[in-house]
C-alpha cells in the first residue's frame, strides 16, 4: 500500500491561489515539503495551487458565509495526513517548520503550537497585535508543555479534530474549547520553540481597535454558548471586567518584558488601550451574544494585506514579488495557477 503524507496544512485563500502566494512558497520550502499536503480552501471555480513540490493538493470550496472555523474545518474534513495544521496565508512557516512538527507530536500528542516571529516588526502597532493575541507563544519563548496554545497556530492529531464532527467549525473559531476540552481529557498541549513561523500582524492602530472588539466580543460569547451560562453568571462575569482587566495586563506586562520590543512604553500603552477595547468587548458578547462579530472579523483573519500599514503593505508586496519570481524560475506551472 502507498504511504500517505505525514502532515496536511490547510489554508484559505478568500482570492484563490493569488492570495496563497507567500505560505505556499514557505511550505515548498520545508525541509520534509515532499511528505507534506497542501489543502487549498478556495471559493469554487478558484484555479487550484499547483502541487509541485508538496505530497499532494486538494482543493475544498470556501462558503460565501463561512466564518474562520467553518472554513478551516472543511479543509481540515480532507485531510489525508495524521498530523494536520492551519497555515493562515499571512504567517509564513519556516523551513524546519513540519519537521520539527512531527517531531514534537511523536504520535502521541494530541496538540503542538509553534512560536511566532515578527514578520513586520517596524512598528509599535504590529508588535501590540503580536503580543496582544499570541504574547506566550512569541519568539524567543522556552519549549514545554502549556495550559493553552496559540489559537490558528497550533497543530492537532487528524482524529483528534474529526471527532468533533459537526460541531469543529464552531471549536475552530474559538480555539480555546478544542484546548479545554483535550486538557479534561488528559491529553497534552506542547509549545515547541523550534518550529517558527513568520507572522505578518495587524500595523493600522484603527484596525487593529475594530478587529479586537471583535474577537472579545466573539470570545466573551463562545464562553457562554459553551458553558450554557445562566443570566446570573452572565450578570457577575460582566462585572468582574475590572479584575479581568487586571489579570490580563499583569500577563501582558511580564510577555512584554520578556519579548522586549522597540519602544516598549509606547508598545504598553497600546496593549492597555487594546485589553481594555477587548474586556469592555467580551463583556457584550456575555450579555449580548455573538451578534455579527465572527462573520466581520473574517477580513482580518483571511486576507491580512488590506490590515497593514503602508510600510508593510509595500514590503509585503516586495517579499510577494521576491516569491512569485522564485516560483517562476523553480516551477513554471505556479504562474498560471496565481
Do not use: C
Request: hydrophobic share 45%; proline share 6%.
Amino acid at each position: 500500500m502507498a504511504r500517505g503524507p505525514d502532515l496536511t496544512a490547510v489554508t484559505v485563500g478568500v482570492r484563490g491561489a493569488a492570495s496563497l502566494l507567500g505560505v505556499l512558497a514557505a511550505l515548498r520550502r520545508q525541509t520534509i515539503a515532499e511528505r507534506v499536503e497542501v489543502v487549498a480552501v478556495i471559493p469554487p471555480g478558484a484555479q487550484p495551487p499547483s502541487p509541485d513540490g508538496f505530497f499532494g493538493v486538494r482543493v475544498a470550496e470556501l462558503g460565501e458565509a463561512d466564518t474562520t472555523g467553518a472554513a478551516i474545518a472543511r479543509g481540515v474534513k480532507l485531510a489525508g495526513a495524521p498530523v494536520v495544521a492551519y497555515s493562515e496565508e499571512h504567517s509564513w512557516p519556516e523551513a524546519e517548520w513540519a519537521e520539527r512538527l512531527l517531531d514534537a507530536h511523536d504520535g502521541r500528542r494530541a496538540a503542538v503550537a509553534w512560536t511566532l516571529v515578527n514578520a513586520n516588526p517596524g512598528s509599535s502597532t504590529s508588535w501590540t497585535h503580536l503580543i496582544s493575541d499570541f504574547s506566550h507563544a512569541v519568539d524567543p519563548t522556552p519549549p514545554g508543555l502549556r495550559r493553552t496554545l496559540p489559537w490558528h497556530h497550533t497543530s492537532y492529531r487528524s482524529e483528534v479534530l474529526l471527532a468533533y464532527g459537526d460541531e469543529l467549525g464552531e471549536m475552530l473559531e474559538v480555539e480555546w474549547r478544542v484546548h479545554a476540552d483535550l486538557l479534561k481529557r488528559g491529553e497534552a498541549l506542547y509549545l515547541e520553540a523550534a518550529a517558527r513561523s513568520r507572522h505578518w500582524n495587524i500595523s493600522r492602530l484603527p484596525a487593529q481597535v475594530v478587529t479586537e472588539a471583535r474577537g472579545g466580543r466573539t470570545f466573551g460569547a463562545s464562553r457562554v454558548a459553551a458553558g450554557r451560562w445562566s443570566a446570573i453568571r452572565r450578570t457577575i462575569y460582566a462585572l468582574a471586567a475590572p479584575l479581568i482587566f487586571l489579570l490580563r495586563l499583569r500577563v501582558a506586562g511580564a510577555d512584554l518584558r520578556r519579548i522586549r520590543p522597540p519602544h516598549p512604553l509606547r508598545v504598553g500603552a497600546m496593549l492597555s488601550l487594546l485589553l481594555t477595547v477587548s474586556t469592555l468587548a467580551e463583556v457584550s458578547g456575555y450579555l449580548f451574544g455573538f451578534g455579527d462579530a465572527r462573520r466581520r472579523r473574517t477580513g482580518a483573519e483571511l486576507d491580512r494585506a488590506g490590515y497593514l500599514n503602508g510600510a508593510d503593505r509595500r514590503a509585503w508586496a516586495t517579499e510577494l514579488d521576491r516569491l512569485a519570481d522564485l516560483e517562476r524560475r523553480s516551477i513554471p506551472s505556479a504562474t498560471a495557477a496565481s
